[in-house]
């Protein structure tokens, strides 16, 4: 395994790897596959409680990035053998909808009518009942006993708030299915009957005082407590969460409960970990389980270093800006002459690899914490660092292998790698680092460690390319098997970040 080692100065050592060693560890990944690559984690169930939107509201690039990078930390989590619970905690209940179903009452008074083209864009139903709200104290009042009849659980009102939570899912779920992710909804109604028993545990702790009429809990370091129980005697946010908290460590028995929110509701989750201590409910301290983490992100900004919007409306439509990527990249494919060298629906199918991927890896690639500059130009870019740059570079990979004309299927089995040329070593190591980029990128929920390890790769990969002559030398064997461990490590990286390999340009 080592090669040699020399002292590098006081306190440090160099170790040099071995080349056969290097070599060998690529071939056994070649032929046992990359999950033995996979991180190693010492839990069992987690929670990844991410994208969330508000019934109602229209989904913002907030939410996006909720998606995405909640989808990245649940993929890696998945290939390290957890079993994650992918969780749509989207905001379906709360005081707005007493207004929601008297403005949809009003509006169709038989519900039968009722679907998405009669109500058209939910975003707009709702200001307009938020208008009759503030200018009708009439239709106020009728709002306030809409609310009560719903948490009695009247039927009628059951009825019409199912209805709007219908077609605003519908909405979501397109987003959904364009960007390729999997997710569970169980929003804040579901957790309604579970808040007054959480409560009463946290009551018997002695955790929760009065203070100005309304039930609260303080917790260490914090000037304001955590409101838990409002002064008109309804529950908020904050109740819903801890009976969630409750009801995933006691009911989902997940051992991690991972949030994904903008970097604003960092306060809030602070005190529910907090109180949740308090409450002997999660252990003291950040290294044992069961434990929680917020996984906070920054803002998406506009060219203009505003948050970002369109011109037409205040926020921009999540469906409408993958489309565009899409359509853009199928322009840029046009432009190439491809769409005489390929079928419509290949060209469709890259666009759309493309298109998602570049507006996903634009996300993934920063630092969550801060902001970042939403630029179709900039992540269209085929050089630099892009998915389509990434893309292309795999394509060009699997192209290599294709002209060489060899099985490398049975290369895999009888082949053998051989890293005399030092670009072939440097690409060798890289491939090797895998396996710890990947585990601390899932140990420190940073997704951006795997976007540069990937970027790096290609890199490489293409160091190695120039320098190294692959089909018809001496060294062909060997050289194809470190094209196919990079192209299988890359769609590997593809596969966590949620991106589509395309393998052919
Ligand atoms: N619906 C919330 C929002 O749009 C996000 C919910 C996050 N999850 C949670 N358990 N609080 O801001």
Redesign the pocket.
Known sequence: MIDGSSIAGPGFVNVKLSDQWIAKCIQNMLRDGIETWAPKLSVKRVVV?FS???IAKEMHV??LR?TIIGDTLARMLEFSNVEVLRRN???DWGTQFGMLIEFLFEKFPSLEVVNDQAIGDLEAFYKASKVRFDGDPAFKERAQRAVVSLQAGEEKYLKAWAEICKISRSGYEKVYEHLGVQLEEKGESFYNPYIPNALELLNKEGLIEDSEGARVIFVEGKKIPLIVVKRDGGYN?AST?LA?LWYRLNEEKAEWII???DVG?RE?FEMLFAAAKRAGWLPAGDSKYPKTSHVGFGLVLGEDGKRFRTRSTETVKLVDLLTEAKSRCKTALIERGKDKAWTEEELDKTAEAVGYGAVKYADLKNNRTTNYTFSFDQMLNDKGNTAVYLLYAHARICSIIRKSGKDIEELKKTGKIDLAHPGERVLGLHLLQFAEVGEESITNLLPNGLCEYLYNLSEYFTGFYTNCQVVGSAEETSRLLLCEATAVVMRKCFHLLGITPVYKI
């Open positions: 409680d969330s939107p508000n907030g939410h909720s905690h989207v905001g946010y969460d969630a949030y994904l929110t509701q809030h």
